[in-house]
């Protein structure tokens, strides 16, 4: 595998892609919406004292659902566009290895995807230098969405070469980020709620004034999911991997400033099984103490370096697949397949 050579195919494919005026349209478009949230965000947060953090945090998860959307768009045909148009041959039977043209076409599409990143830095670092955000939480989250952009864009060049049909490929590349965002919310939700078990609840008797016995207590169980069973499958979605890989910074109440550390706290809060419930109307009607957020967060375990794996393995396996089918001489090709 030569660099020259992958970098020479990956400048045909950006110039191929360069020349429509529907690229530069896009970008347009996404820098539009990404100025109407940073405005809007900068507003709704602008009444607490955390207003920075939390318009960033929104803007970053704003530009990791848009490029999620829009990668798979630009990577999914990416070889198999070529087989269809009859230029795929003509580029294998140049020096250019199987390596060259894989590795070549997933650098342009991750160079692709890395546009809609620059073009959404100024908006971050006007979010950063607005609130009180770190310089590790900026760099984290950057390097969070350049992994992702990586990973989108490998799934979607693995697609394009497995699958004979440009449209097909696409398809099945937003069905896999569909999974990983959408699907694993699903099976999270459906799965902790099959699992259920019987949860102790304690409260006050009343007397006939409506007054509390504070010398007895009535029981009774009701029954709770067990979401800390099925915590696992979240480790997947991108955005719990952008959420809690990013350092968390909390309030002076305690409780996350930004999006980050709220989607945070659920996924770890998800983890702790279910426990006895007290209500104690004779304390002030306050229920028994609860862990803190800080406490919740340094007793549970990360997930995000799980998750990436998850998702590399994915792209890998797919990206590996599409590097066999593309090799050349092939020695059995789908039906219908062009060669030439």
Same mark, same amino acid.
């Given at each position: ?10 400048r045909l494919?950006l110039?191929?892609r ?26 709704a947060?602008?009444?607490t ?13 704003l530009?990791l ?8 768009t630009?990577?999914?045909s ?37 546009a ?10 006007v979010?950063?230098l607005?609130? !009180? +955000?770190?310089p590790?939480? #900026?760099? @984290?989250s950057? =390097?969070? /969405?350049?992994?992702?952009i990586?990973?989108?864009? $490998? ?8 699958v004979?049909?440009p449209?097909? !490929? +696409?398809?099945?590349?937003? #069905?896999? @980020?569909?999974a =990983?965002? /959408? ?7 459906? $799965?902790?709620?099959?699992?259920r ?9 009343w007397d ?64 702790l ?5 007290d ?10 103490q ?24 994915i ?26």
């Amino acid at each position: 595998m030569s660099a020259s050579r992958v970098w020479t195919i990956a400048r045909l494919e950006l110039t191929q892609r360069l020349r429509s005026p529907g690229w530069y349209i896009l970008l347009g478009v996404f820098a539009l919406v990404l100025l109407i949230v940073t405005v809007l965000a900068l507003m709704a947060f602008s009444f607490t004292p955390t207003a920075g953090s939390g318009a960033y945090s929104v803007i970053v998860m704003l530009v990791l659902l848009l490029v999620m959307l829009i990668s798979p768009t630009l990577s999914g045909s990416s070889i198999n566009g070529d087989r269809e148009a009859a230029t795929l041959a003509s580029l294998q039977i140049t020096l250019a290895s199987t390596g060259d043209i894989m590795v070549g076409k997933l650098l342009a599409a991750i160079i692709t995807g890395s546009a809609f990143l620059l073009v959404a830095v100024p908006f971050l670092v006007v979010s950063m230098l607005v609130g !009180s +955000v770190r310089p590790d939480v #900026l760099l @984290v989250s950057l =390097l969070v /969405l350049a992994a992702e952009i990586v990973i989108v864009a $490998a799934i979607g060049v693995g697609w394009s070469g497995l699958v004979a049909r440009p449209l097909f !490929s +696409v398809a099945n590349s937003y #069905l896999v @980020v569909a999974a =990983l965002c /959408l699907g694993t919310l699903l099976i999270f939700g459906l $799965a902790g709620s099959v699992f259920r078990t019987d949860v102790e609840v304690r409260n006050r008797p009343w007397d006939a004034q409506g007054a509390p016995i504070c010398d007895s207590w009535e029981t009774h169980t009701v029954q709770q999911p067990r979401f800390d069973y099925v915590w696992g499958f979240l480790a997947a979605n991108p955005f719990v991997v952008l959420a809690d890989a990013t350092p968390t910074t909390l309030s002076s109440f305690g409780y996350p400033n930004d999006m980050f550390g709220s989607v945070k706290l659920s996924v770890r809060t998800a983890q702790l099984p279910p426990q006895v419930q007290d209500y104690d109307a004779c304390l002030q009607g306050e229920y028994t103490q609860q862990p803190s957020p800080k406490e919740i967060l340094a007793s549970t375990t990360p997930s995000w370096f799980v998750g990436l794996a998850i998702q590399i393995m994915i792209a890998g396996g797919l990206f590996a697949g599409a590097w066999a089918r593309t090799r050349t001489p092939a020695r059995r090709l789908p039906p219908g397949t062009r060669i030439a």
